[in-house]
């Protein structure tokens, strides 16, 4: 099972793990978006409003704003984090609505970066120490247009990821990458 073997890794690591007893709860790792100051829960077929505030009990130093999704599997198959303060968006009409949704529950003002594909704005966003900014992103190959777009974000280190046949069993790059902010132990 996939969260057996999560959960191995993890306490592998060391890492403290808090498992959700509420068996009326669901949330997917797809539906939760973290800016850094804030979580957004998308509310789809994999995530209820249960899992929500489980999510925000156990975050109490954050604010948890739930959106709800409509036509997509989750809140990141349209939208993620581009950067510190950035938020890719896809320009479908039920992305654009989960934004302004985003927008009026927040007190803080993200940057946004629209891109035209849905599936491209689902990216992955690295700071790292030695690189600076880094940016996961569809490749120019799968979703061109989009492409351009994040080529524009001329302070990113841009790392174009083909994904189409993972694409093809609903595999996004958030959802098949796990990020731990871990000093390494050498």
């Known amino acids: 099972k996939q969260v057996e073997a999560m959960k191995r890794v993890l306490e592998s690591l060391n890492l403290n793990i808090v498992e959700m007893v509420d068996e009326n709860a669901t949330l997917d790792g ?17 995530t209820n409003q249960r899992g929500a505030e489980i999510l925000a009990d156990t975050f109490k130093d954050y604010a948890v704003s739930t959106v709800p999704v409509h036509d997509s599997l989750h809140l990141k198959s349209f939208c993620s984090m581009a950067g510190p303060n950035l938020i890719a968006i896809g320009s479908s009409e039920a992305a654009q609505k989960a934004l302004k949704t985003m ?7 993200y940057d946004k970066l629209t891109v035209p594909d849905d599936a491209a704005a689902n990216c992955v966003y690295l700071n790292i120490p030695s690189k600076g900014h880094v940016l996961l992103h569809r490749a120019p190959e799968e979703y061109p247009e989009s492409a351009k777009v994040f080529e524009k974000l001329k302070d990113h280190m841009l790392i174009p990821i083909a994904n189409t046949e993972l694409e093809k069993v609903d595999g996004s790059l958030t959802c098949c990458s796990v990020l731990i902010n871990k000093a390494s132990e050498l």
């Open 30 to 46: 797809g539906d939760v978006l973290f800016t850094g100051r804030e979580f957004f829960v998308g509310l789809s077929k994999r």
């Open 103 to 109: 927008q009026q529950m927040s007190d803080h003002r």
